[in-house]
Nanobody, 125 residues
């Protein structure tokens, strides 16, 4: 299993931008599908987006399509979430997650075995 640590959260005004990072330690980062989830108080954990082990495929939740972009840097063992046009409803704890697989299309929280501790994103109106 990889160990994951998120960073980059904070307070931003609506319409602003933020970039989250997820650093992975351990081997085989390139063998993992990596994903972002978020969870707001009182709500279920929500799929934000994912990137394939090769980096060639991405998927996004409907609520963030066109505003969020996922990328990964294999040399740095790091995944990023670039967020633009942020809205108050984007406020949540953001988690990165990893699944060691060459498959694509499994985006439920229960599918992922490695998780970070989360980073808070707060968007003020």
């Amino acid at each position: 299993q990889v160990q994951l640590v998120e960073s980059g959260g904070g307070l931003v005004q609506a319409g602003g931008s933020l970039r989250l990072s997820c650093s992975a330690s351990g081997r085989a980062f390139s063998s993992y599908v990596m994903a972002w989830f978020r969870q707001a108080p009182g709500k279920e954990r929500e799929f934000v987006g994912a990137i394939s082990w090769s980096g060639g495929r991405t998927a996004y939740g409907d609520s963030v399509k066109g505003r969020f972009t996922i990328s990964r840097d294999y040399a740095k063992n790091t995944m990023y979430l670039q967020m633009i046009s942020l809205k108050p409803e984007d406020t949540a704890v953001y988690y990165c997650a990893g699944l060691r697989t060459t498959d694509w299309g499994r985006f439920r929280p229960a599918d992922f075995g490695s998780w970070g501790q989360g980073t808070q994103v707060t968007v003020s109106s």
